[in-house]
């Protein structure tokens, strides 16, 4: 009888973590941060593996054209991040969002990009600036 | 022993019980409006709370541009929705729905502002129109 | 000599007129909206001439879609007109623009339908917003 | 007390395959396509049967359109598909991969199209590409 | 004063040819198009002269990418042609238009992709539309 | 006699110059941004004149948008500038190509911002790239 009830707890608890950890999925903030890279780490994998000359010289390019030059690169990211926003491309968001906030762009400087875009590219740009607002919070929780 | 079995017993109700609420999560259509509109209040709120003067003013001039005018309230709103789905910016129609369907426009005529949008738009406008659809039954089926 | 010098006044006259007619050609309201319907009717008609089943479709769906339905022609032309704006079509523009003015909309509807659609579009829909005015006008000229 | 533990496990296991099947949900890539193909089909027949006469012509001409003719059914997919890549409608790319790739265009093929697109579009349709490739394995998966 | 009504006819016809010259200019076929390629043509040079790294590697893949690969140039040229329809590029139309008609695809073909474009695009592809029948009409001439 | 052909010159010459300026109006580096400028301030004026709250405030907001903040000016105006090559908006690049012209920026790293949106949107901004080195080489031109 003992065992019996041992051996029930024990399966609730494997079968409970289980349940939460799943569940969680997509409260945790580090995992929403996590899973988008290693998302995006894993397709632009595949994508160069399949060895298109044309499509892996404009991941090249890309890579260079964010490079230091004339510009410095923060100023070149937070213009990535802006011609991201007019043009909704979401992924591209997340993508610059997470540079500039490496490369130091502050919440004050961050929300004048996202007015400069919501201004040009008009009020469809509303829906992207929330997830935007969102993620940049993810990213400033991943600090502490 | 029964101890044992009735304290597992009310084990597998919570555990159950939670299981479910979350499984069910995307396929309540009420909830579906709710969180919709909770995410777009929160985040809202979160951008207001920034305190960029432009785009507060941006928010602000939204709610003005959509009042009572020359033109009516009813008319202004079912531009606002043609206007999102050629533009493809899916929380925008789900906005202009629930807003158009507040002020009484039946499905024949939102069909209409479908049909304009999607000969304007041409068939990228076709899978807007599906979840457009979707959530105008959800509209509906919320007044029952 | 005198019979020279009034045959040389003739041809002034005639080259004269000749060349301020085709200076004209830009300023003259009248011929800016002739010229825009001239062209479109001659290329609709080639392009009908062509006898692609498909693009003869499109044209008659368009045709179909703006007449009276559940939703009133004028209500139905102002939202091609916002949509047009918003997706900056310039002939489309010109085209609702023209329609709307026809069925009796006055300058303060029109200029909320480009409200809706610089707020909903952003300042990139400005310069359409301009040439918009610009042929409004023309179209005001034309009445009187 | 035997019986007792025995109704256990058989709770357990109930509970375990319904926790198990949600989980995996996302996992499964036959669901995947499947669950994309019952959606759309499911809209479709909604959108049909709200018997606006437009939408109902433009899916006929949507049918129609991409039906052999001076070009080949192949060749007008892949417009299609490359079309679709370059506005970014992801359902639209999805049933355009599925519909070259039961023509039997191969994977070398789909990339150069894949390359087409990038170009012109510019690097804000990787996202699209990431999420194209993922689905092209989806397809490719289902032959084996 | 005869000489004097000479020198004044002479004047007049050098004026004459001169303004005659000029009105024409828009409407000689020939001329379209050399004017297209002259431009293009002349900026492309200046574009490279500035010797941005990046720049002139996009021009560069811009080459590759409609060489010969999986896919004949033919099919890779009328994939461009489409993306250029549906994203409203009447430069980039105007340029594959020439090549596909170098190419030999005829005005059935042509007008097949149009539709192509047409329907996915929506209407807003009309005007573009036109202007590429406007130009394949002057290509068509070129070759008496 | 001598008094009829000293008249019939000077008739001439106040022909000829008018001829040829209006001629000229399209090779001439200064009317260009003259004419330009001339256009979007005689526009706007009657743009504002109409009295449209909404549409002012969009204009006022735009002025606000782009002043000292968080960001510099210059910086700002180069993401304007990016944002409104990526949007393919023509005028929006030349009344920012103007702006940063003025503070300074050099053809190095305008070329550098060229690249960025080229990048980002694609060869469909080709087009406009080639006319925003025109109008730079314009802006260098009226320096001299």
């Given amino acids: 009888m003992v ?5 029930a707890i024990i399966i609730f608890c494997i079968l ?5 950890t799943f569940a969680n999925h997509n409260q945790n903030p580090m995992n929403e941060i996590e899973k988008f890279n290693q ?8 994508i160069l593996g399949a060895n298109n000359k044309i499509i ?9 054209t964010f490079a230091e030059g004339a510009l410095d ?7 990535g991040l802006a011609c991201s926003m007019v043009l909704r ?4 968001i997340k ?3 997470e540079t500039v906030h490496k490369l130091g762009v502050n919440k004050e400087e961050v929300f ?3 007015s400069i875009a919501n201004l040009i590219g008009g009020t469809i740009v509303i829906p992207e600036l929330r997830r935007a607002v969102e993620y940049w919070e993810l990213l400033e929780n991943q600090d502490q």
């Fill in 3 to 7: 065992r019996g009830n041992i051996s």
């Fill in 16 to 20: 409970y973590i289980q349940f939460l």
């Fill in 39 to 46: 998302y995006r780490g894993e397709m632009n994998e595949k």
């Fill in 56 to 64: 892996k010289r404009i991941f090249n390019l890309d890579t260079n």
């Fill in 73 to 79: 690169v923060k100023t070149k990211e937070m213009i």
């Fill in 89 to 92: 491309c979401e992924d591209c």
């Fill in 95 to 97: 993508y610059h969002l």
């Fill in 112 to 114: 004048e990009i996202f």
